[in-house]
């Protein structure tokens, strides 16, 4: 997961959930990417979990300022949202696989459940929505120049949420999926192809070529679209995982004492009050 004092609030309430429904929550390892270092963000985890087996890891921003392009929302073009590319080169090499989490989720289930998923040979395993239409993640310039059509000639791409992956980070560093990844960063400077921040490279590089897993490890959207986030229903079908994507975060339309009705289902795990003096 990443840390950022925006969304520490989230952070904790997802660390909390995870724990209080694992069976061995002392066999849970978390692995924190911070683009700077902060003393009170660490030492907040660590009164609040003092049990936590955690490391914080720097990501160098720099990396990836010059790559960011601007896209609909502003969070989206933080540099830190871009860490999750560079997860194969910022964790140890004896880190062969890792769930990379959004700090908007909160999980309701066993994620031991989720790390035994078999990835089948791929690089990384997420839950895949086929029935999504696949073109309006890219730009009609992207589709009318016949090279980047072809990008997916020979497999069936569907749009997958990034907030929540299984990856094998051996087979991502061994196939050098983080420089295929800033390649279209590059063309996106040049030609703007796309909308949506760090997604649209992992959709171009990845999509159709993933271990689908079940859509209940990530009811995503319930942070509405990314301009307004009205609120949204939780999706047909049980849950393992929620996901608050999209403008509208959880902690922010409780404070304003304006929520949505899933984000009730956040509200307990939300231990603000205990280490909101740390941050003021």
Same mark, same amino acid.
């Given at each position: 997961? #990443?840390?950022?004092?925006?969304?520490?609030?989230?952070?904790?309430?997802?660390?909390? &959930?995870i724990l209080q429904h694992t069976s061995?929550?002392?066999?849970?390892?978390?692995?924190?990417? &911070?683009?700077?270092?902060?003393?009170?963000?660490?030492?907040?985890?660590?009164?609040?979990? /003092? !049990?936590?087996?955690?490391?914080?890891?720097?990501?160098?921003?720099?990396?990836?300022?010059?790559?960011?392009?601007? @896209?609909?929302?502003?969070?989206?073009?933080?540099?830190?949202?871009?860490?999750?590319?560079?997860?194969?080169?910022?964790?140890?090499?004896?880190?062969?696989?890792?769930?990379?989490?959004? &700090?908007?989720?909160?999980?309701?289930?066993?994620?031991?459940?989720?790390?035994?998923?078999?990835? =089948?040979?791929?690089?990384?395993? =997420? /839950?895949?929505?086929?029935?999504?239409?696949?073109?309006?993640?890219? #730009?009609?310039?992207?589709? =009318?120049?016949?090279?980047?059509?072809?990008?997916?000639?020979?497999?069936?791409?569907?749009?997958?949420?990034?907030?929540?992956?299984?990856?094998?980070?051996?087979?991502?560093?061994?196939?050098? !999926?983080?420089?295929?990844?800033?390649?279209?960063?590059?063309?996106?400077?040049?030609?703007?192809?796309?909308?949506?921040?760090?997604?649209?490279?992992?959709?171009?590089?990845?999509?159709?070529?993933?271990?689908?897993?079940?859509?209940?490890?990530?009811?995503?959207?319930?942070?509405?679209?990314?301009?307004?986030?009205?609120?949204?229903?939780?999706?047909?079908? /049980?849950?393992?995982?929620?996901?608050?994507s999209g403008k509208g975060?959880?902690?922010?339309?409780?404070?304003?004492?304006?929520?949505? &009705?899933?984000?009730?289902?956040?509200? /307990? !795990?939300?231990?603000?009050? @205990?280490? @909101?003096?740390?941050?003021?």
């Open positions: 997961m #990443t840390l950022d004092a925006n969304y520490l609030r989230g952070t904790i309430a997802a660390v909390l &959930s061995c929550p002392e066999n849970i390892s978390f692995h924190f990417l &911070s683009s700077r270092s902060n003393p009170h963000i660490t030492s907040t985890i660590r009164s609040t979990f /003092p !049990y936590l087996t955690f490391h914080i890891f720097l990501f160098d921003s720099i990396r990836v300022r010059a790559r960011i392009s601007r @896209s609909i929302r502003q969070a989206l073009d933080q540099p830190l949202n871009y860490a999750r590319i560079y997860l194969a080169d910022i964790l140890p090499h004896n880190v062969q696989r890792v769930i990379y989490l959004d &700090s908007d989720v909160i999980l309701v289930d066993d994620i031991r459940n989720l790390w035994r998923v078999d990835l =089948a040979g791929q690089v990384i395993a =997420a /839950p895949e929505y086929c029935h999504a239409n696949f073109t309006k993640y890219f #730009t009609d310039a992207f589709w =009318a120049d016949p090279g980047f059509a072809r990008t997916f000639k020979g497999r069936r791409p569907c749009y997958f949420n990034t907030g929540v992956m299984v990856m094998d980070v051996q087979k991502w560093r061994a196939g050098r !999926y983080t420089g295929m990844m800033e390649d279209w960063m590059g063309v996106q400077k040049q030609k703007r192809i796309y909308h949506l921040g760090s997604l649209p490279p992992f959709l171009l590089v990845l999509a159709g070529n993933i271990k689908a897993v079940d859509h209940r490890w990530n009811q995503h959207g319930l942070g509405g679209d990314n301009i307004e986030g009205r609120c949204r229903k939780l999706h047909p079908g /049980p849950v393992s995982l929620l996901h608050w975060k959880p902690w922010l339309r409780l404070d304003s004492r304006k929520p949505c &009705s899933v984000d009730q289902l956040w509200a /307990p !795990y939300d231990l603000y009050r @205990s280490f @909101s003096p740390t941050l003021e």
